[in-house]
């Protein structure tokens, strides 16, 4: 402690001073003009509520809403890992006209804002998919069994199935763009020589990249994934905007209902930040450990 | 010295990078169990022509006939003549994600398709002959330079190559693990393996080469055996390289 | 010394690659296989939607783009849209670098609490999504400051991407090799000359790339603005789409615009990458 | 097939009987519909919803959707019918077909007890009188229109008028009822509606997919019916007049 | 040889990084006008060593005295002393966004505040003395690996410094070109510049040096003149280290 006082300087006063002042504008304001009546009591019960018709615990808007996001998080990372995989080696490959379609596909995405994408590929993919493969249906045939807890579980409410199902394709969709320049980033990243050594003891080029260089890349691949899923978690918020029943969306509707504005959209950013931040810890020990090994 | 059948046959062999030529008219011919030590400027061409040896280069026109097969660019015949064309490299190569047994096993086994125990038994009989049999399952990063390139010399004998290639072996290394890896060549080139070696180690040179090569400008400006490449060399520029080298 | 008949006798020459390797190898080949398939699912898509029942209604797109009325020529709400865009990414992002500054300095600066704040800072804006910090801007600290959404959206903007560029920054300063340090430090100088004579100059080369793609990235983040309907091209394209509800023709021309835009700053990002690699 | 066979076949109606479920899109606004403390979906609409599901013999599904994706997730076929308190506005009406209106809703005022006690309606067109309005929208105009003397004070949020009227920096704002009534019970002490009729009142209608008389006829003839039946107006007077199910709500 | 002042007194230093022992109880004397070349294996401290004598490392006990100062981690006094103690590293560290001439000038008018024309007149003149006036105008990039070390040289020696301190100044570099930087080197000798060299050159040791050391494993294993150096080192250790390097 003494030692942590003896290094503060002046200028860390200043700051100290100036966030002091920020804060408590913020909080006069609040109290003081706004008269805003702080009800955060209500918030945990819209996190786990007692519900007062079945006489038991239940999640509640805020918790549904963040499994559902999770669930669609990593549905979708899942999916745009492997698309991205594809794209990633695509851009790689030796045949020109697969670089250049892997590289139209790659440029459309991430040239256009994600709100876009996120509405073209809505109206135009997904929904023509769901129909096409007949999913509210069957879904709805699920939702109406008598165990379906196990679905329920994996999937969340049954008859918002399709509603999931579009925002795991778009957002994984939007994702694989930016996987499969980290999986190219990857592969191009192995030495020359790497390929050279293996090419002279004879390997194809199939055999060069299975054994020698995919084996070195996913290596160098992960950290950067890693942090890739933590901005899907992030960019799964704009699934909102289609409607998707996730973290983001319904706290929209929590504060439609309730005009808990504050306390609502705070919860809902330290929900995002608990589990982006946490799991960017998690990610930086893990790769941590295995650099010690 | 009598002279077997002709292993590399170089014939008005023409390299261009882009516009930048970088071979010009090479003939060559080493013979079966021939030592040849090319030498010369950086940037003169040698590691150029020894890669197009296994095809990790294309020459744009002249013959190249590798142990009476003519090169063209076509992937499939040239991973055939690979597997009799082992390369060494500077910078050694090792794949990083596989223990030392690893690396000389894969080739054997992938390429090869020859069963684990026995790509295993070749391995260890090669890493013998390299003296680093207690290194088998440490990783290349947690070995010395010079245990690392006796390993890749192992990885391509692994491979029962017929030729063997080496673009300057030792220059990476610290000045002490250069004799132990210029040691295990010299063994090699006792077995009678046909070698090419790029190299600046003189000393090495005059004790194993049949034929010494001097290359400048993408051109071959010497060929001579040692014994006088090195007291009375016909060209000027080639005298000039050796006293600097030399020197010190 | 040979004869290269004799080698003849021992391997036949390779034949050449196959035809249809060396066809498919060419490059006009690729490009026209390339736009072959591009046309066919631009085709497929087009075609597959009227089968649903889409009414295409291209001809209708172009009074967004431009008017001829009988004042005379008038921009139509895309390019409007546009200008409002760039304008409002051109402002977030001056004042994005201010702050962004201010936080690589207080990271750079070796205080405590400097360093303290400016990593909560970051972490608190790296973990919370763009959507709920506009959000939170202007539900939340909208009312509190009393600005309205315009501010809230720059505001929003301007932090959430000055996150973004003080790593910019700071990594701009940390790429330059710590030998030019060293090197600076052994004839003498003073950090203050350090890093005004050796390593911002050299730093700017590291930074300005980079930089140039946070521009595109803060226009492709400025869209989500027309979530509280900030008056900018996706709004105006929203806008169009509730009145004709075109979307499928909106949305495209939309993406299109951007996409023009974005490209074009993108291959001004590569030009500056090329010529300070060639410098270098 | 003759042609009234195939239209009809393809009517929503069919493909609700088929699947046994009708599907109906709203977005959540107060009191029209709401979650309430479970989660659950309540309102307006949802007692409307569920009475025309079993009027039809068929389970219900809503379908929460964000209010400006609306129209095109009906158009897309999210789901087959919005009844979301929509209002008929020409342009909407371009796009989608209305059925006969099932409630009226109209602005009303909501003023400072205490700045406008003893005040009357028609005194509050005067100049000592502000009024708070969200700008660009319809009671700003209104009110321009109706108290031409007034000052008006435009703000960029509905909620910010609301706040400037409780706060008493203005005399009263006007919103489109629930709202009012709402405010003013959540603030007894300092807000009330003042009383009379409503202004602009406007009706809210079931909202379809264009070319669909079937199902048209379906709906007119269940709105009529729960009309003149007194059931929808009961129901509407419960949710928009009364304030019984404020405690299933955190208001 | 009378001995003159001593300008670098090393006692009982010792350096750690982190928990790890880099130098250990160091003594050393460094009287003005000698040359001392320091030789060891790699990561035997030998860089740290001198990098302590221009305060770019801390030692964490024992005595360093420059020129009669004693030095201390303090930023003003060591940017003093940094002003007298020239180094020139292995990899040249010019500044790349200066010309050569610019990097020469950026020290002297920065640093010493002497005005454009008079340091000018200074670089010119130094880089005349390491054979390259041609180059002035150039990018550091566009210069070979021995020109660089030599305007590195130079840039040293503008600031007037009364001692040299150089880190391997020519592993980085290609065997042709070691020579044009050893013989400036040489020449600096001859002026009577107090000089630290880290070097694996024996040859330019033998020529230049006044005393020899061997270090390893963080402490100096030998101290003596060439002459007894090279012929009859005390130490075992250091008789096999000169054998590895001499031998090729
Ligand atoms: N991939 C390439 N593209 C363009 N130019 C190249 C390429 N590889 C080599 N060169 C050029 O070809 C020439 C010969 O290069 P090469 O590597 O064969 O020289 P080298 O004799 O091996 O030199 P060193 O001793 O430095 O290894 C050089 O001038 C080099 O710049
Ligand atoms: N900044 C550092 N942090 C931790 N350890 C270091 C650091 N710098 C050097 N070392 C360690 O200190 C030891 C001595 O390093 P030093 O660079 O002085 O060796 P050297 O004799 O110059 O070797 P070389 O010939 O390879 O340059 C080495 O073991 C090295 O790993
Ligand atoms: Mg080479
Ligand atoms: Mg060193």
Redesign the interface.
């Known amino acids: 402690m003494q030692e942590?006082l003896r290094?503060?300087?002046w200028?860390?006063y200043v700051?100290?001073a100036v966030?002091i002042t920020f804060f408590g504008y913020?909080w006069l304001?609040?109290e003081g003009?706004?008269?805003y009546k702080w009800?955060w009591e209500?918030i945990p019960?819209?996190i786990v509520?007692w519900?007062?018709?079945r006489e038991e615990y239940?999640a509640?808007?805020l918790l549904?809403g963040l499994a559902a996001t999770v669930r669609i998080s990593i549905y979708s990372g899942i999916l745009a890992l492997i698309l991205g995989t594809i794209l990633g080696i695509a851009r790689c490959s030796a045949?020109?006209?697969i670089r250049?379609?892997a590289r139209?596909y790659l440029?459309?995405l991430r040239?256009?804002?994600?709100?876009?994408?996120v509405?073209?590929f809505f109206?135009?993919l997904s929904?023509?998919l769901i129909?096409a493969l007949n999913l509210e249906?069957w879904a709805?045939g699920i939702a109406r069994q008598e165990n379906n807890q196990i679905w329920t579980f994996f999937f969340g409410e049954m008859?918002r199935f399709p509603s999931l199902v579009s925002g795991v394709i778009v957002l994984a969709l939007f994702e694989s763009a930016f996987v499969g320049e980290i999986v190219r980033a990857g592969i191009q990243s192995i030495?020359k020589?790497?390929r050279?050594?293996?090419?002279?003891?004879?390997?194809?080029?199939m055999?060069e990249l299975r054994?020698?260089v995919l084996?070195?890349a996913m290596?160098k691949v992960v950290p950067p994934l890693a942090n890739q899923f933590?901005s899907l978690?992030?960019?799964?918020?704009?699934l909102?905007?289609?409607?998707v029943?996730e973290l983001?969306?319904k706290?929209?509707?929590?504060?439609?209902?309730?005009?808990?504005?504050?306390e609502a959209?705070?919860t809902?950013?330290a929900f995002?930040?608990v589990v982006?931040?946490g799991l960017?810890r998690i990610f930086a020990r893990l790769e941590k450990r295995s650099e010690k090994r | 010295m009598t002279q077997p059948s002709p292993m590399i046959e170089v014939t008005n062999l023409d390299k261009y990078y882009g516009t930048f030529h970088a071979l010009k008219n090479i003939d060559l011919t080493v013979h079966q169990g021939e030592k040849v030590v090319i030498c010369g400027p950086s940037g003169s061409g040698k590691s150029t022509l020894i890669r197009c040896f296994n095809g990790l280069e294309w020459h744009n026109s002249g013959r190249l006939v590798i142990d009476g097969i003519e090169v063209y660019k076509d992937a499939k015949e040239i991973r055939e003549l690979r597997q009799e064309v082992g390369m060494v490299f500077q910078q050694f190569n090792l794949f990083p994600h596989l223990t030392v047994l690893e690396n000389l096993m894969i080739g054997p086994m992938k390429v090869r398709k020859i069963t684990k125990t026995q790509a295993e038994e070749t391995a260890r009989n090669y890493l013998d002959r390299v003296h680093i049999p207690e290194q088998a399952d440490k990783y290349p990063a947690q070995l010395s330079g010079g245990q690392q390139q006796r390993v890749a010399i192992a990885r391509s004998l692994c491979m029962e190559t017929r030729i063997m290639l080496f673009d300057e072996p030792t220059s990476a290394l610290d000045p002490e693990m250069i004799n132990e890896v210029l040691d295990v060549m010299v063994e090699l080139a006792d077995t009678g393996m046909t070698m090419v070696v790029v190299t600046h180690e003189m000393g090495f040179a005059r004790k194993v080469a049949d034929t010494m090569v001097f290359m400048e400008a993408g051109q071959i400006v010497e060929i001579s055996p040692p014994e006088q490449f090195f007291t009375n060399p016909s060209s000027e520029r080639c005298r000039l390289f050796l006293n600097q080298i030399l020197e010190h | 010394m040979t004869d290269l008949g004799i080698s003849r006798g021992k391997g036949q020459s390779l034949p050449k690659p196959p035809f249809y390797k060396r066809f498919f190898g060419s490059v006009f080949v690729s490009v026209a296989i390339y736009a072959i398939i591009v046309g066919l699912i631009a085709y497929g898509s087009y075609v597959g939607a009227q089968g649903m029942g889409y009414n295409w209604q291209w001809y209708r797109v172009p009074q967004f783009l431009y008017r001829n009325t009988e004042i005379g020529f008038e921009w139509g709400e895309i390019p409007i849209g546009l200008v409002a865009t760039i304008k409002l990414s051109v402002i977030s992002f001056l004042l994005a670098t201010a702050i962004g500054l201010l936080v690589a300095l207080l990271r750079l600066s070796g205080l405590v609490i400097g360093t303290a704040v400016a990593v909560g800072f970051l972490e608190l804006i790296r973990n919370i999504p763009l959507l709920v910090l506009l959000y939170l801007f202007y539900y939340v600290l909208g009312p509190i400051f009393g600005f309205d959404r315009y501010t809230a959206s720059i505001l929003t903007l301007a932090v959430f991407h000055s996150a973004l560029i003080s790593e910019i920054l700071r990594a701009g300063i940390n790429a330059v090799p710590t030998g030019q340090w060293e090197a600076a430090k052994s004839i003498g100088m003073t950090p203050y000359q350090t890093y005004r004579y050796i390593i911002l100059p050299q730093s700017v080369r590291f930074m300005l790339p980079p930089m140039t793609g946070e521009v595109v990235h803060l226009i492709k983040s400025s869209a989500i603005v027309s979530v509280i309907a900030v008056a900018e091209l996706t709004t105006f394209g929203r806008n169009i789409i509730s009145d004709t509800y075109m979307s499928f023709e909106i949305w495209f021309t939309i993406a299109l615009v951007y996409l023009v835009v974005t490209l074009i700053l993108s291959i001004g990002v590569s030009y500056l990458e090329k010529k300070y690699a060639v410098d270098q | 097939q003759s042609a009234t066979q195939e239209l009809s076949s393809e009517s929503v109606i069919e493909t609700i009987k088929q699947d046994g479920v009708i599907r109906i899109g709203l977005s959540l606004f107060v009191p029209w519909s709401m979650r309430d403390k479970n989660g659950d979906l309540i309102g307006f609409e949802l007692d409307v919803g569920r009475k025309l599901a079993e009027d039809m013999g068929v389970e219900v599904e809503f379908v929460p959707t964000a209010w400006d994706g609306i129209i095109p997730a009906l158009v897309s076929g999210n789901f087959d019918v919005i009844i979301s308190g929509m209002s008929v506005t020409a342009q909407r009406n371009l796009t989608i077909n209305f059925t006969d209106p099932y409630a009226y809703s109209g602005l009303a005022i909501l003023a400072n007890k205490e700045l406008t006690a003893g005040m009357a309606r028609e005194d509050l067109n005067s100049s000592d009188v502000t009024f708070a309005a969200r700008r660009g929208a319809t009671p700003a105009t209104v009110i321009a229109k109706a108290f031409p003397e007034a000052n008006l004070l435009l703000f960029d949020e509905d909620g910010a008028s609301t706040q400037e009227v409780l706060n008493g920096n203005a005399h009263a704002t006007m919103a489109s009822q629930p709202t009012p009534n709402r405010e003013a019970g959540r603030n007894p002490e300092t807000l009330v509606v003042l009383e009379g009729e409503l202004f602009d009142p406007r009706g809210e209608a079931f909202g379809m997919r264009k070319g669909d008389p079937d199902a048209m006829n379906f709906f007119n003839n269940w709105i009529a019916q729960n009309w003149r039946s007194g059931w929808l107006e009961e129901r509407h007077n419960y949710w928009f007049a009364t304030e019984e199910w404020a405690d299933q709500v955190a208001q």
């Open positions: 942590f290094k503060i300087r200028p860390d700051i100290v966030l913020i304001s609040i003009t706004l008269n009800r209500l019960s819209y509520g519900h007062s018709g239940f509640n808007l549904q045949n020109l006209t250049m379609l139209t440029e459309f040239n256009v804002p994600p709100v876009v994408v509405f073209i109206f135009f929904q023509q129909d249906r709805r008859r030495p020589g790497q050279e050594a293996a090419r002279s003891i004879g390997m194809s080029r055999q054994y020698v084996p070195q290596k933590i978690i992030k960019d799964s918020s704009i909102s905007l289609i409607s029943q983001t969306y706290t929209v509707e929590l504060v439609a209902s309730s005009r808990m504005i504050f959209w705070i809902t950013a995002y930040f982006c931040f960017s």
